[in-house]
């Protein structure tokens, strides 16, 4: 791994040294506030985020749940004066910036929470409420899959292994509290309300003081311009669709005839090597045939399930690229330890894997997700060379609550209605003029009913919002029994009378 320290200003490890030792004195009691920022102001004088970040990796070890257990608003307190916490000035579609953004839209909702936690519970108005908190989800998963790998490749590898741990743990106290509303557990949910505010908050916190600032300073401007299409392909939330946008080609991509992601990469690896010359037609020898990069890269893109290849040195280095794809990837995980793409509390089981593989003792292990209405399979395999020798591991992830749904066996041919692609005559509930016989579209329409009676609306839904792919994936079980056109609306930041007339839009297009 990479040194930190390369990526960063010289910094003085002696004053640094100094910092954490008055940090401890004063969070341990044994000097006052006062005292310590006497100290602090005649032999530190100033401060930068990234000098707190590089003495907590450099100068201290590891601890389990180290970032749930620093008290923020003490260290903000303790520093106030020497170093500065101001918010730096980035164009709106900045990754870090991004961040912030979102930051600041949170922190609304929670002050609405905070406000109706003042009323006798109305389980409605917070359901809506909690609806609105879900897409948080998004803002950690880019930290995790974006953020924390550029970090960890240059050596600062806390936010991998100490902030993941509070990312996780703030996610599953909202999805608990959520479990508690819709069981009715009123009092419980109320009581533990106040909590989640602070935690976010202080989650938060630790983003915007230390984190961000410190990314800064360590990634380059070109490493944030190649930040922001992975962080496109795992979307935003609450913030604006403009960030959902793709840019237009580079000179490079139009060279490369806009092949996306892993053929990309590969097609420049083999011109590198003087191979592939002459476009993309050229035909590569495979195991069992012939077929060209294009044909490779589309083949992984349409199978059924989701791939993922770590090599015999532990390395993420490769993973199909699927519109089905059951949780979302980045191309930043790409050369990256795999132990290092999960949370410590996890870590184990991935070492448990590794071992055992890498021994022989066992070829296989699988697991699987199973609630309402969701079933996810997930199967990881020993690969094996033709001499038996361990070259990694390939794992397979799919959604398989179709699957588990069917009954009694079909042997002819039938087209399901969300395979047909075009019908010779539209169905009474597509024909021009009938619409509105057929389901009236308000802010209270549910979205289920709208897609039942326009079957072939799910795959035009995209061309409104990239949001709407969340439909194919398998979170659309679980979004739409409950969600609205307000709630869409919302959710897109698409206003109510737009979305209401985009969908009239698509829908009067699809019945012509």
Excluded at 296 to 317: A, F, K, M, Q, T
Aim: glycine share 4%.
């Amino acid at each position: 791994m990479e040194n930190m320290k390369t990526f960063l200003p010289e910094t003085d490890l002696a004053k640094l040294r100094l910092v954490l030792e008055i940090k401890d004195a004063y969070n341990r009691g044994t000097i006052s506030l006062e005292e310590a920022r006497k100290m602090l102001k005649e032999k530190v004088v100033t401060l930068k985020p990234y000098e707190i970040a590089l003495a907590e990796q450099e100068l201290k070890e590891v601890q389990d749940d180290e970032c749930r257990k620093e008290d923020i608003q003490r260290m903000l307190e303790l520093f106030d004066g020497i170093m500065d916490t101001s918010r730096p000035d980035l164009p709106p579609d900045h990754p870090i910036m991004c961040y912030y953004r979102e930051n600041d839209e949170l922190r609304k909702i929670l002050s609405s929470i905070e406000e109706l936690a003042q009323y006798p519970l109305i389980k409605n108005q917070w359901l809506e409420l909690y609806d609105k908190l879900t897409p948080y989800r998004l803002h950690l998963s880019r930290k995790q899959n974006q953020l924390y790998p550029v970090l960890e490749k240059k050596g600062f590898d806390r936010p991998t292994t100490t902030m993941w741990l509070l990312d996780d743990f703030v996610r599953d106290e909202i999805r608990d509290a959520r479990i508690l509303l819709e069981n009715d557990s009123d009092d419980e949910f109320m009581a533990c309300q106040q909590t989640i505010v602070y935690d976010i908050r202080d989650l938060m916190e630790k983003e915007e003081t230390v984190l961000y600032p410190t990314s800064l300073v360590m990634i380059s401007p070109e490493e944030f311009e190649e930040m922001k299409s992975g962080d496109r392909e795992i979307g935003f939330a609450w913030i604006g669709e403009d960030l959902q946008q793709k840019p237009s080609s580079t000179p490079a991509e139009k060279e490369k005839g806009e092949m996306p992601g892993f053929a990309a990469e590969l097609a420049g690896l083999l011109n590198k090597y003087g191979y592939g010359r002459g476009g993309g037609d050229e035909l590569l020898d495979v195991a069992t045939g012939r077929l060209s990069l294009e044909q490779i890269n589309l083949i992984y893109r349409h199978l059924p399930v989701d791939l993922s290849y770590v090599d015999e040195n532990e390395l993420v280095c490769f993973y199909s690229d699927t519109k089905h794809r059951v949780f979302p990837r980045s191309k930043n995980v790409i050369g990256r330890n795999v132990k290092n793409c999960h949370p410590r509390s996890s870590v184990h089981v991935v070492e448990d894997i590794i071992a055992k593989f890498r021994s022989g003792e066992q070829d296989h292990a699988e697991f699987w997700i199973n609630k309402p209405g969701f079933f996810v399979y997930i199967y990881y395999v020993a690969v094996r060379d033709e001499n038996g020798k361990f070259r990694g591991i390939l794992e397979m992830m799919q959604d398989c609550t179709h699957i588990r749904s069917l009954e009694g066996s079909r042997t002819l041919l039938t087209w399901d209605d969300t395979n047909t692609p075009a019908q010779t005559e539209p169905s009474s509930a597509e024909k021009p003029g009938e619409e509105s016989a057929k389901i009236e579209i308000t802010s209270a329409t549910l979205l289920k009913d709208l897609l039942a009676a326009y079957p072939l609306l799910k795959d035009r839904m995209e061309e409104i919002s990239p949001k709407f792919k969340l439909l194919k994936s398998p979170l659309a079980r679980v979004i739409l029994p409950k969600a609205t056109i307000k709630m869409m609306s919302e959710r897109t930041g698409i206003p109510l009378e737009v979305l209401i007339e985009s969908l009239k839009s698509k829908i009067e297009k699809l019945s012509r």
